[in-house]
């Protein structure tokens, strides 16, 4: 598996681009971006996992996810789905929050923009990551976004091989 993830960050706009080719059909990409039962078994960056406590992909629907690390720990986030074109994009507002969905305080909130495209060789994911504030986006950074979410782009990439 070679890394093929392209992560730029355009600090004057406060955005994060990702750009991630996988070999694999736009469909089943899609999928493995919007259906819980796989996505929980590549979102999260070994050695922690993702629990989703509940999902509804749909446009005003939410995805309520715990990350599990290895100790027991949980750090819940919740997405709320804003405009969904059927397997082309979709766009979100993402928050840490408790385990009941409500926004934790003093972590930003991210706005994704997440579409696939097909390629010569399978399939391109766009994502645009976008924050209300440089602080914000700042403070993702800082949290380790860059490696985390590539890891888990290389858990997607093996669980589309298999």
Known sequence: ???NTIITKDVASRKLHVTREFAAPVEKVWKAWTDSSILDKWWAP???RTETKKMD???GGTWLYAMAGPEGEKHYSNVDFEKIVAGQSFSALCRFSDENGNATAGF???HWSVSFHP???GTTVEVELTFDNETG???IIEMGFEGGFTMGLNQLEELLEA
Do not use: G, I
Request: aromatic share 12%; glycine share 0%.
């Open 1 to 3: 598996m070679k890394n």
């Open 46 to 48: 070994r050695p922690w």
């Open 57 to 59: 992909f749909t446009e």
């Open 108 to 110: 930003p909130a991210m």
């Open 119 to 121: 390629s010569a060789t």
């Open 137 to 139: 986006m700042e403070k």
